[in-house]
């Protein structure tokens, strides 16, 4: 294929010359599947979980993502990305101060057509922090919790489509987004009466 044309060109549409013949159509991008540090590159919002605002998709202050009401959520669009860009104010929103060429495409929101991807969000972004958090929260505590965890993991007996795991979690970085997932199935009864504490003075 053989494009001698811009791929976009506002209202009209895009020619495009495929064997010889003129095709006339109108792109239109609707899902971005990405992880988090490709959808700051394609947002060009900062790729720091440290900055005010980490979040691509929306305008939430880092210390309040934890505790958020809906009628609180200011979404980011290219109407006020632009404003913050066009002010000299980038930095305030967690901006890179660079025109984002997606604020030129009609009918698109590049901040909610980055959608999360599952593999690596969850199975090994979320789901692998919380048994790295786990494991070192049992390591605080007296006795051999960690080890408990593991021979708890290793006497799951085996089952149709699900994965044993006999060494426990001892070698997370090896593990698939697969593996994660079957690992999802069974942490929840192996973590189960491991770890206590008294929180009776704890006020909520």
């Not at 791929?7 to 020619?15: A, E, I, K, R």
């Not at 159509?25 to 590159?41: L, M, N």
Request: proline share 4%; with cysteine.
């Amino acid at each position: 294929m053989q494009n001698n044309y811009p791929l976009f060109q506002g209202d009209g549409g895009v020619d495009f010359n495929i064997d010889d013949k003129d095709v006339w159509f109108f792109p239109r991008i609707s899902t971005i599947i990405c992880d988090w540090p490709e959808a700051c590159t394609f947002s060009l919002t900062y790729k720091s979980a440290n900055s005010n605002y980490p979040c691509h998709f929306c305008l939430v202050q880092k210390e309040d993502l934890i505790d958020i009401r809906k009628d609180q959520l200011i979404l980011r669009d290219h109407v006020n990305m632009k404003e913050y860009f066009n002010n000299g104010t980038s930095n305030s929103a967690g901006l890179e101060h660079v025109d984002n060429y997606f604020w030129n495409i009609p009918n698109l929101n590049i901040y909610t057509a980055t959608v999360p991807d599952r593999m690596h969000h969850l199975d090994l972004g979320l789901f692998k922090y919380q048994i790295e958090f786990t494991t070192e929260l049992l390591k605080l505590k007296p006795g051999k919790l960690v080890d408990d965890m593991n021979k708890r993991i290793a006497k799951i007996p085996k089952h149709s489509g699900l994965k044993v795991f006999k060494k426990g979690v001892q070698s997370l970085s090896r593990l698939t987004a697969s593996e994660y997932r079957d690992m999802m199935k069974i942490m929840v009864f192996v973590v189960d009466g491991l770890y206590s504490e008294d929180l009776s003075n704890i006020r909520n």
